[in-house]
């Protein structure tokens, strides 16, 4: 009977509200997993076509000044052994991606804002860009800067930026963060970015501690109220080294059904922005990302760091990856998603659908 959700679903994509956001994310009936996922696959393929983009990412540092209570690579965390790339390895690691047709790269770290970082990635998006002939694209995932900053790097050749602001709730928010970290901050940056001309990311925790589904339903309105242009978000997935390690009895199927089910909602309610399926799906179900795209995802993020610092980037426990080199998963991703009937578009930067239309006013 999953036809009687399609009016809910179709007006919810119409005109959503909280509390029909809300009411959605409760109900855990199999045949609204399901009728949801028909409906956003087809708002997807409608908007975007069957098509996937692969960002190589390159996790090039797990050196953090942030102290997260969820995150495994916290400053607090002494157990982490600390490592940076060289310029050598992240463009080495770059010229992969170029060879292999991957149309971008996201350079992903913990959080640093010392003039030595500031410039390091200055200088790497200088360089990336050139030895790709300026045909990679570049997105950043390094956290809080002044604008000064989003502007020199964007003036560098980055395009595109993640900053997930991880909760839309100011309270959750300083319930997973200590004093010295401000959500109000968090939120003043996602402005700065826009304003300095990037293609704006931003995303957040799914089912971590203390959130209410109405914290989610609230999570999608702020997509919508700041009209962003990407997406990543991903399910809570505790780390024993931290504070939120062993708060609450963790349930793998409920977490994954969730990410799920925001992904869907998500996408019918935005259309045509970029969604990822994150690699945090994939530690949940070996096929999450792929169930990632069937709920409406169209990035999918592979990883290309070397094997040697994949441990190193345990933000959560059990993350896939660490043995798979880049050729390898390239394989695999590329079959599983032909299997769906989708395409892989290499060499194209896939920029957000969303930002272009905005762009054109
Ligand atoms: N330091 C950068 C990005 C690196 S962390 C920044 O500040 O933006 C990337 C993302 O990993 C975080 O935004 C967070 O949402 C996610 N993450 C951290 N710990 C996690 C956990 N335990 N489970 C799931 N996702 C987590």
């Given at each position: 009977?999953?036809r009687?959700?399609?009016?809910?679903?179709?007006k919810?994509?119409?005109?959503?509200t909280?509390?029909g956001?809300?009411d959605?994310?409760?109900?855990d009936d199999p045949e609204?997993?399901?009728?949801?996922?028909?409906?956003a696959?087809?708002?997807?393929t409608?908007e975007?076509?069957?098509?996937?983009?692969f960002r190589?990412?390159?996790?090039?540092s797990?050196?953090?000044t942030?102290?997260c209570?969820?995150?495994g690579?916290?400053?607090?965390n002494?157990?982490v052994?600390r490592y940076?790339?060289?310029e050598?390895?992240i463009?080495?690691?770059?010229?992969?991606?170029?060879?292999?047709?991957y149309?971008?790269l996201?350079?992903?770290?913990?959080?640093?804002?010392?003039?030595?970082?500031?410039d390091?990635i200055?200088?790497?998006?200088?360089e990336?860009?050139?030895l790709?002939?300026?045909?990679?694209?570049?997105?950043?995932?390094?956290?809080?800067?002044d604008?000064?900053?989003?502007?020199?790097?964007?003036?560098?050749g980055?395009?595109?930026?993640?900053l997930?602001i991880?909760?839309?709730?100011?309270?959750l928010?300083?319930?997973l963060?200590p004093?010295?970290?401000?959500w109000?901050?968090?939120?003043?940056c996602?402005?700065?970015?826009r304003?300095?001309g990037y293609?704006?990311?931003?995303?957040f925790l799914i089912?971590?501690?203390?959130?209410?589904?109405?914290?989610m339903?609230g999570?999608?309105?702020?997509?919508k109220?700041?009209?962003i242009?990407?997406v990543?978000m991903?399910?809570?997935?505790?780390?024993e080294?931290?504070?939120l390690g062993s708060?609450?009895?963790?349930?793998?199927l409920r977490?994954?059904?969730?990410g799920?089910?925001?992904?869907?909602?998500?996408?019918?309610?935005?259309?045509?922005?970029?969604i990822?399926a994150?690699t945090?799906l994939?530690?949940?179900?070996p096929?999450?990302?792929?169930?990632?795209l069937?709920a409406?995802?169209?990035?999918?993020?592979p990883?290309?760091?070397?094997?040697?610092?994949r441990?190193?980037?345990q933000?959560y426990?059990?993350?896939?990856?660490?043995?798979e080199?880049?050729?390898?998963?390239r394989i695999?991703l590329?079959q599983s998603i032909?299997a769906?009937?989708?395409?892989?578009c290499y060499?194209?930067w896939g920029?957000?659908?969303h930002?272009?239309?905005r762009q054109?006013?």
């Open positions: 009977m999953a009687s959700y399609d009016a809910i679903l179709e919810t994509a119409l005109q959503p909280r509390q956001l809300r959605l994310l409760e109900n609204l997993l399901q009728a949801l996922t028909r409906h696959y087809h708002v997807k409608r975007l076509g069957r098509n996937v983009y190589g990412i390159i996790e090039f797990n050196i953090c942030k102290d209570y969820y995150c690579i916290r400053k607090s002494h157990l052994n940076e790339l060289s050598e390895e463009l080495r690691e770059a010229r992969w991606c170029y060879e292999n047709h149309g971008s996201v350079l992903q770290s913990g959080e640093r804002r010392d003039p030595a970082f500031v390091k200055e200088w790497l998006l200088k990336i860009k050139s790709s002939h300026g045909s990679l694209g570049v997105t950043l995932s390094v956290g809080e800067q604008l000064k900053t989003y502007e020199r790097w964007f003036q560098a980055a395009h595109r930026y993640l997930r991880e909760t839309s709730n100011p309270r928010y300083s319930s963060h004093k010295s970290h401000s109000e901050e968090r939120r003043r996602l402005d700065y970015l304003q300095s293609q704006v990311g931003t995303g089912g971590v501690p203390g959130q209410t589904f109405d914290d339903a999570d999608i309105l702020f997509l109220e700041i009209d242009d990407m990543g991903g399910p809570f997935i505790p780390h080294e931290t504070p708060s609450a009895p963790f349930d793998p977490q994954l059904t969730l799920l089910k925001m992904i869907a909602l998500v996408r019918m309610v935005m259309k045509d922005v970029n990822a994150t945090a994939q530690a949940l179900s096929t999450g990302r792929e169930l990632g069937r409406g995802a169209n990035i999918i993020m990883n290309v760091t070397d094997l040697a610092y441990r190193g980037y933000l426990q059990n993350k896939p990856g660490l043995d080199n880049a050729v390898e998963q695999n590329e032909e769906l009937g989708e395409k892989v060499g194209e920029d957000s659908l930002f272009k239309k054109k006013g």
